[in-house]
Protein backbone atom coordinates (compact mmCIF):
# COMPACT_ATOMS: atom_id res chain seq x y z
CA UNK A 1 0.00 0.00 0.00
CA UNK A 2 1.08 3.51 -0.91
CA UNK A 3 -1.48 5.20 1.73
CA UNK A 4 -3.37 4.52 4.61
CA UNK A 5 -6.58 6.10 5.99
CA UNK A 6 -7.88 6.56 8.80
CA UNK A 7 -11.25 8.60 10.50
CA UNK A 8 -10.89 11.18 12.87
CA UNK A 9 -14.17 11.87 14.79
CA UNK A 10 -13.98 16.01 14.70
CA UNK A 11 -17.11 16.46 12.77
CA UNK A 12 -15.19 17.58 10.19
CA UNK A 13 -13.19 20.08 11.89
CA UNK A 14 -9.86 19.37 10.29
CA UNK A 15 -11.09 20.19 7.21
CA UNK A 16 -13.58 22.80 7.39
CA UNK A 17 -12.62 26.45 5.50
CA UNK A 18 -14.11 29.12 3.82
CA UNK A 19 -15.54 27.20 0.92
CA UNK A 20 -19.54 26.32 1.05
CA UNK A 21 -18.88 22.74 1.07
CA UNK A 22 -16.40 22.30 3.65
CA UNK A 23 -17.94 25.04 5.50
CA UNK A 24 -18.84 24.67 9.41
CA UNK A 25 -22.11 25.79 8.65
CA UNK A 26 -22.74 22.89 5.87
CA UNK A 27 -20.86 20.20 7.30
CA UNK A 28 -23.43 21.08 10.60
CA UNK A 29 -26.28 20.91 8.60
CA UNK A 30 -25.15 17.60 6.62
CA UNK A 31 -24.29 16.22 10.45
CA UNK A 32 -20.77 15.42 9.08
CA UNK A 33 -19.45 13.12 12.00
CA UNK A 34 -15.73 12.57 10.96
CA UNK A 35 -12.99 13.53 8.76
CA UNK A 36 -11.11 11.19 6.08
CA UNK A 37 -7.10 11.60 6.37
CA UNK A 38 -5.23 9.79 3.77
CA UNK A 39 -1.37 9.96 4.00
CA UNK A 40 1.35 8.45 2.26
CA UNK A 41 3.95 9.89 -0.16
CA UNK A 42 1.75 11.81 -2.41
CA UNK A 43 0.76 13.79 0.81
CA UNK A 44 -2.20 14.09 2.56
CA UNK A 45 -5.64 14.02 1.45
CA UNK A 46 -9.01 15.15 3.84
CA UNK A 47 -12.49 15.02 3.37
CA UNK A 48 -15.70 15.57 5.68
CA UNK A 49 -17.46 12.51 5.76
CA UNK A 50 -20.83 11.10 7.82
CA UNK A 51 -19.90 7.73 9.01
CA UNK A 52 -23.11 5.57 9.55
CA UNK A 53 -24.36 2.04 10.63
CA UNK A 54 -25.22 -0.53 8.95
CA UNK A 55 -29.13 -1.77 9.69
CA UNK A 56 -28.59 -4.96 11.05
CA UNK A 57 -25.50 -5.39 11.66
CA UNK A 58 -22.32 -3.66 13.99
CA UNK A 59 -20.63 -2.42 11.26
CA UNK A 60 -20.61 0.70 9.81
CA UNK A 61 -19.86 2.72 6.46
CA UNK A 62 -19.74 6.37 5.25
CA UNK A 63 -21.06 8.83 2.92
CA UNK A 64 -19.89 12.59 2.23
CA UNK A 65 -22.08 15.41 2.61
CA UNK A 66 -24.71 16.16 -0.53
CA UNK A 67 -23.28 18.80 -3.27
CA UNK A 68 -19.67 19.05 -4.25
CA UNK A 69 -17.35 18.58 -0.90
CA UNK A 70 -14.45 16.58 -2.71
CA UNK A 71 -11.17 16.02 -0.75
CA UNK A 72 -8.33 18.65 0.09
CA UNK A 73 -5.37 17.28 -1.68
CA UNK A 74 -1.93 18.53 -2.51
CA UNK A 75 -1.40 19.75 -6.01
CA UNK A 76 -0.58 17.20 -8.37
CA UNK A 77 -1.26 14.03 -5.57
CA UNK A 78 -2.28 11.10 -7.61
CA UNK A 79 -4.31 8.19 -5.96
CA UNK A 80 -5.86 4.68 -6.41
CA UNK A 81 -8.15 3.91 -4.22
CA UNK A 82 -6.86 0.06 -4.05
CA UNK A 83 -3.34 1.21 -3.15
CA UNK A 84 -5.04 2.82 0.40
CA UNK A 85 -5.19 0.69 3.42
CA UNK A 86 -8.67 1.41 4.47
CA UNK A 87 -8.74 -0.88 7.58
CA UNK A 88 -7.75 1.52 10.18
CA UNK A 89 -11.26 3.39 9.10
CA UNK A 90 -13.03 0.34 10.45
CA UNK A 91 -15.45 1.20 7.31
CA UNK A 92 -17.35 -1.48 5.19
CA UNK A 93 -17.90 1.26 2.05
CA UNK A 94 -17.23 4.83 1.44
CA UNK A 95 -19.06 6.74 -1.02
CA UNK A 96 -17.41 9.93 -1.61
CA UNK A 97 -18.73 13.13 -3.96
CA UNK A 98 -15.81 14.69 -5.81
CA UNK A 99 -15.68 18.24 -6.67
CA UNK A 100 -16.27 19.62 -10.45
CA UNK A 101 -13.12 19.32 -12.60
CA UNK A 102 -10.11 17.46 -11.59
CA UNK A 103 -10.13 14.95 -8.84
CA UNK A 104 -7.20 13.50 -7.26
CA UNK A 105 -8.44 9.65 -7.32
CA UNK A 106 -8.88 7.29 -9.90
CA UNK A 107 -11.17 4.90 -11.01
CA UNK A 108 -14.30 7.22 -10.53
CA UNK A 109 -17.40 7.35 -11.76
CA UNK A 110 -18.89 9.91 -14.28
CA UNK A 111 -22.59 10.83 -12.93
CA UNK A 112 -24.93 12.99 -14.33
CA UNK A 113 -23.56 16.18 -16.25
CA UNK A 114 -24.06 19.64 -13.95
CA UNK A 115 -25.02 22.20 -16.11
CA UNK A 116 -22.89 25.35 -16.20
CA UNK A 117 -23.53 28.95 -17.02
CA UNK A 118 -20.43 30.33 -17.79
CA UNK A 119 -19.57 34.26 -17.94
CA UNK A 120 -16.73 33.87 -19.94
CA UNK A 121 -19.17 32.13 -22.83
CA UNK A 122 -21.50 34.11 -24.37
CA UNK A 123 -24.52 33.88 -22.38
CA UNK A 124 -27.68 31.65 -23.28
CA UNK A 125 -31.56 31.79 -23.01
CA UNK A 126 -33.88 30.28 -25.44
CA UNK A 127 -36.71 32.98 -27.19
CA UNK A 128 -39.22 31.15 -25.15
CA UNK A 129 -37.73 31.76 -21.72
CA UNK A 130 -36.70 35.43 -22.44
CA UNK A 131 -40.52 35.84 -23.22
CA UNK A 132 -41.85 34.28 -20.26
CA UNK A 133 -39.25 36.09 -17.75
CA UNK A 134 -40.49 39.41 -19.75
CA UNK A 135 -43.97 38.60 -19.63
CA UNK A 136 -43.41 37.74 -15.66
CA UNK A 137 -42.26 41.31 -15.26
CA UNK A 138 -44.73 43.03 -16.77
CA UNK A 139 -47.16 41.37 -14.59
CA UNK A 140 -45.37 42.46 -11.78
CA UNK A 141 -43.10 39.65 -10.58
CA UNK A 142 -40.34 41.14 -8.60
CA UNK A 143 -36.58 39.02 -7.46
CA UNK A 144 -35.50 39.99 -4.28
CA UNK A 145 -32.00 38.62 -3.13
CA UNK A 146 -31.40 38.48 0.50
CA UNK A 147 -27.36 37.71 1.91
CA UNK A 148 -28.06 34.40 3.74
CA UNK A 149 -26.68 35.16 7.16
CA UNK A 150 -29.49 38.18 6.69
CA UNK A 151 -32.39 36.10 5.60
CA UNK A 152 -35.66 36.47 8.31
CA UNK A 153 -37.50 33.45 9.40
CA UNK A 154 -40.07 34.32 7.26
CA UNK A 155 -38.17 34.33 4.23
CA UNK A 156 -36.39 30.93 4.97
CA UNK A 157 -40.07 29.51 6.01
CA UNK A 158 -41.29 30.90 2.27
CA UNK A 159 -37.99 29.27 0.47
CA UNK A 160 -38.84 26.32 2.09
CA UNK A 161 -42.84 25.70 1.54
CA UNK A 162 -41.83 26.38 -2.20
CA UNK A 163 -39.09 23.96 -2.09
CA UNK A 164 -41.09 21.32 -0.61
CA UNK A 165 -43.87 21.41 -2.67
CA UNK A 166 -41.37 21.45 -5.65
CA UNK A 167 -39.94 18.14 -4.33
CA UNK A 168 -43.35 16.09 -4.20
CA UNK A 169 -43.82 17.32 -7.57
CA UNK A 170 -41.12 15.72 -8.73
CA UNK A 171 -41.51 12.47 -6.57
CA UNK A 172 -37.98 13.59 -5.08
CA UNK A 173 -36.45 10.39 -2.55
CA UNK A 174 -36.43 11.77 1.14
CA UNK A 175 -32.89 12.86 1.43
CA UNK A 176 -34.20 15.85 -0.53
CA UNK A 177 -36.22 17.07 1.97
CA UNK A 178 -34.71 19.32 4.72
CA UNK A 179 -36.12 20.85 7.68
CA UNK A 180 -35.92 24.42 9.05
CA UNK A 181 -33.08 24.26 11.19
CA UNK A 182 -30.91 22.96 7.56
CA UNK A 183 -31.80 25.93 6.28
CA UNK A 184 -31.01 27.88 8.87
CA UNK A 185 -27.83 26.65 9.23
CA UNK A 186 -27.03 26.85 5.65
CA UNK A 187 -27.85 31.07 5.30
CA UNK A 188 -26.09 31.37 8.04
CA UNK A 189 -22.72 30.89 5.76
CA UNK A 190 -21.01 34.17 4.59
CA UNK A 191 -21.01 33.81 0.79
CA UNK A 192 -24.36 32.38 0.35
CA UNK A 193 -27.48 34.16 -0.79
CA UNK A 194 -31.26 33.81 -0.85
CA UNK A 195 -33.28 34.82 -4.08
CA UNK A 196 -36.97 35.17 -3.83
CA UNK A 197 -39.35 35.42 -6.66
CA UNK A 198 -42.32 37.60 -5.13
CA UNK A 199 -45.66 37.81 -7.16
CA UNK A 200 -47.81 40.52 -8.00
CA UNK A 201 -49.73 39.97 -4.89
CA UNK A 202 -46.45 40.30 -2.70
CA UNK A 203 -46.40 36.45 -1.75
CA UNK A 204 -43.50 34.24 -2.71
CA UNK A 205 -43.68 32.49 -5.21
CA UNK A 206 -40.25 30.58 -5.93
CA UNK A 207 -36.89 30.52 -4.23
CA UNK A 208 -33.13 29.67 -4.78
CA UNK A 209 -30.43 29.46 -2.26
CA UNK A 210 -26.92 30.23 -4.51
CA UNK A 211 -23.49 29.82 -2.74
CA UNK A 212 -19.81 30.24 -2.90
CA UNK A 213 -18.02 27.34 -3.76
CA UNK A 214 -14.55 25.90 -4.66
CA UNK A 215 -14.20 29.39 -7.66
CA UNK A 216 -17.97 29.02 -8.44
CA UNK A 217 -21.15 30.29 -7.31
CA UNK A 218 -23.88 27.41 -6.89
CA UNK A 219 -27.23 27.39 -7.21
CA UNK A 220 -27.43 24.80 -4.42
CA UNK A 221 -31.47 24.07 -3.70
CA UNK A 222 -34.85 25.69 -5.46
CA UNK A 223 -38.58 25.58 -5.54
CA UNK A 224 -41.54 27.15 -6.95
CA UNK A 225 -44.81 27.29 -5.42
CA UNK A 226 -47.62 24.88 -6.62
CA UNK A 227 -49.93 27.88 -7.04
CA UNK A 228 -47.13 29.62 -9.39
CA UNK A 229 -45.49 27.08 -11.19
CA UNK A 230 -47.55 27.72 -14.61
CA UNK A 231 -45.85 31.08 -14.78
CA UNK A 232 -42.60 29.87 -14.25
CA UNK A 233 -41.23 32.16 -12.13
CA UNK A 234 -38.05 29.98 -11.72
CA UNK A 235 -37.24 31.85 -15.15
CA UNK A 236 -36.84 34.99 -13.57
CA UNK A 237 -35.14 33.78 -10.29
CA UNK A 238 -32.31 32.52 -12.75
CA UNK A 239 -31.73 35.53 -14.83
CA UNK A 240 -31.23 37.55 -11.76
CA UNK A 241 -28.67 34.90 -10.73
CA UNK A 242 -26.77 35.18 -13.79
CA UNK A 243 -26.89 39.24 -13.56
CA UNK A 244 -25.44 38.96 -9.90
CA UNK A 245 -22.87 36.48 -10.95
CA UNK A 246 -21.69 37.99 -14.17
CA UNK A 247 -19.63 41.45 -11.93
CA UNK A 248 -17.63 38.54 -10.12
CA UNK A 249 -16.60 36.27 -13.33
CA UNK A 250 -17.92 33.12 -11.27
CA UNK A 251 -19.79 30.27 -13.24
CA UNK A 252 -22.73 29.16 -11.91
CA UNK A 253 -23.09 25.61 -11.24
CA UNK A 254 -26.82 25.16 -12.26
CA UNK A 255 -26.84 21.64 -11.44
CA UNK A 256 -28.33 18.78 -13.19
CA UNK A 257 -31.39 16.95 -12.79
CA UNK A 258 -33.09 14.64 -10.05
CA UNK A 259 -32.13 11.83 -13.00
CA UNK A 260 -30.25 12.44 -15.73
CA UNK A 261 -32.31 14.02 -18.74
CA UNK A 262 -35.41 14.77 -16.81
CA UNK A 263 -37.45 17.86 -17.15
CA UNK A 264 -35.36 19.60 -14.31
CA UNK A 265 -32.19 19.38 -16.45
CA UNK A 266 -33.73 20.23 -19.59
CA UNK A 267 -34.75 23.62 -18.23
CA UNK A 268 -30.90 24.49 -16.50
CA UNK A 269 -29.85 23.10 -19.96
CA UNK A 270 -32.07 26.31 -21.27
CA UNK A 271 -29.55 28.54 -19.78
CA UNK A 272 -26.03 26.72 -19.55
CA UNK A 273 -23.58 27.35 -22.12
CA UNK A 274 -21.40 24.64 -21.11
CA UNK A 275 -21.29 21.45 -19.05
CA UNK A 276 -19.16 19.46 -16.83
CA UNK A 277 -19.23 15.42 -15.72
CA UNK A 278 -19.85 14.91 -11.92
CA UNK A 279 -17.48 12.26 -10.32
CA UNK A 280 -17.91 10.05 -7.49
CA UNK A 281 -15.96 7.36 -5.86
CA UNK A 282 -17.50 3.99 -4.83
CA UNK A 283 -14.74 2.11 -2.52
CA UNK A 284 -15.68 -1.09 -0.86
CA UNK A 285 -12.87 -1.32 2.39
CA UNK A 286 -13.79 -4.47 3.58
CA UNK A 287 -14.45 -6.64 0.82
CA UNK A 288 -15.35 -9.88 2.81
CA UNK A 289 -17.46 -7.87 5.52
CA UNK A 290 -18.87 -6.02 1.84
CA UNK A 291 -19.98 -9.73 0.16
CA UNK A 292 -21.40 -10.97 3.37
CA UNK A 293 -24.32 -7.68 4.14
CA UNK A 294 -24.78 -7.61 0.05
CA UNK A 295 -25.48 -11.21 -0.31
CA UNK A 296 -28.17 -11.47 -2.78
CA UNK A 297 -28.26 -7.59 -3.66
CA UNK A 298 -25.21 -7.44 -5.83
CA UNK A 299 -27.25 -6.50 -8.98
CA UNK A 300 -29.23 -3.77 -7.65
CA UNK A 301 -27.23 -1.37 -9.11
CA UNK A 302 -26.58 0.56 -6.46
CA UNK A 303 -24.22 1.14 -4.30
CA UNK A 304 -23.46 -0.15 -1.50
CA UNK A 305 -25.50 -3.05 -2.66
CA UNK A 306 -26.54 -3.55 0.97
CA UNK A 307 -28.40 -0.38 1.07
CA UNK A 308 -30.38 -0.98 -2.48
CA UNK A 309 -33.89 0.12 -1.84
Known amino acids: MNAAAQLHADAGAAVAEAEFFRSPEFMAAEGVTHTLHISGDAGEMLAPL ?11 DATSPYGYPGLVWPPGAR ?7 WSPTGLVSLF ?5 GETPLAGTTARNDVQIADPALPRKSRPSDRQQ ?8 YEVRRVAGPE ?4 DRRSFEAAYEQSMRRAGAEGRYFFGEDYFSRVLAFED ?9 GGEVAAGSIVTRSDAMLHYYLSGTSDRFRDDSPMKNLV ?7 EPSGLPVNLGGGLKPGDPLEEFKR ?3 NRSEPFHTSEIVCDPEAYEQLAAGREGAGFFPAYRAP
Open 79 to 85: LDPAEIG
Open 133 to 140: IRRNSERG
Open 151 to 154: ASAD
Open 192 to 200: SSLFLAIEP
Open 270 to 272: GFA
Open 96 to 100: LRHRL
Open 50 to 60: VVRGIPGSDAV
Open 239 to 245: AAILDFA
